[in-house]
């Protein structure tokens, strides 16, 4: 079945730490993102890319990067230099045109240590 | 600045019909979309509105009235598994799309 594969459902970080959030899609979409989710607040983007090797900062990009080497693939890493990391984590990505509806993985929660 | 409001909860009864509403101020308008989303699971699609109107699909509904920058998703023979957060998001002008935090919807028997 196609889908969106996140990995790991949950993660602990020390501080001090970089942590990767895995992203796996074989919906061969070129567009994905990536979503912060925390309680009471709408989904906020962090980085998307619409095509292999490149990636646009969201709107809460500080503390984050990613990769975009490969069509099904788009890592997250949570860097050291983001001070509230503790969030759900939310990978989703879209097909062709402009108003397709984003497809979700199952989303990693991230806990600090 | 972009905002979208909806209701914080709502609480309805299995079997009954709720209305979960949704307003918009955004810079531009490339439609509606409304996901559900149960409790750390993935939020999944619903519906898709672009032009005014109403949409239906099975149990479910959604309205847009782009004038009044207002939408609604209308759930109709409740069902238990129906009790999760509904997610209004709009693309604006530059095609992203803006969430609102979500309605918590509770059915209670």
């Known amino acids: 079945d196609g889908g969106i594969t996140q990995s790991p459902k949950y993660l602990f970080r020390k501080e001090g730490q970089n942590v990767t959030l895995s992203c796996e899609q074989n919906?061969?979409?070129?567009?994905m993102y990536w979503y912060r989710q925390d309680p009471g607040q709408g989904l906020r983007l962090i980085y998307y890319?619409?095509?292999?090797?490149?990636?646009q900062k969201g709107d809460i990009a500080e503390g984050y990067s990613v990769s975009r080497e490969k069509k099904e693939s788009f890592p997250l890493t949570v860097t050291s230099a983001q001070k509230n990391p503790t969030a759900f984590y939310l990978c989703?990505?879209?097909?062709?045109?402009?108003?397709?509806?984003?497809?979700f993985g199952d989303g990693t929660r991230l806990s600090i240590l | 600045g972009q905002n979208i409001d909806q209701p914080t909860e709502m609480t309805a009864t299995e079997g009954a019909i709720v209305q979960i509403n949704c307003t918009y101020q955004?810079?531009?308008?490339?439609?509606l979309f409304w996901y559900q989303q149960h409790a750390g699971e993935a939020p999944t699609f619903l519906s898709y509105?672009?032009l005014d109107g109403l949409e239906e699909k099975g149990r479910f509904s959604s309205f847009l009235s782009r004038s009044k920058g207002y939408s609604y998703l209308l759930l109709k023979e409740l069902q238990m598994k129906d009790s999760a957060s509904y997610l209004c998001?709009?693309?604006?002008?530059?095609?992203?799309?803006?969430w609102g935090a979500g309605t918590k919807l509770i059915i209670k028997p």
């Open positions: 989703a990505s879209s097909g062709p045109g402009d108003n397709q509806p984003q497809h």
């Open positions: 509105n672009v």
């Open positions: 998001a709009v693309l604006d002008s530059n095609y992203q799309l803006i």
């Open positions: 919906l061969n979409h070129d567009a």
């Open positions: 890319s619409q095509i292999v090797n490149d990636f």
């Open positions: 955004t810079s531009g308008f490339n439609g």
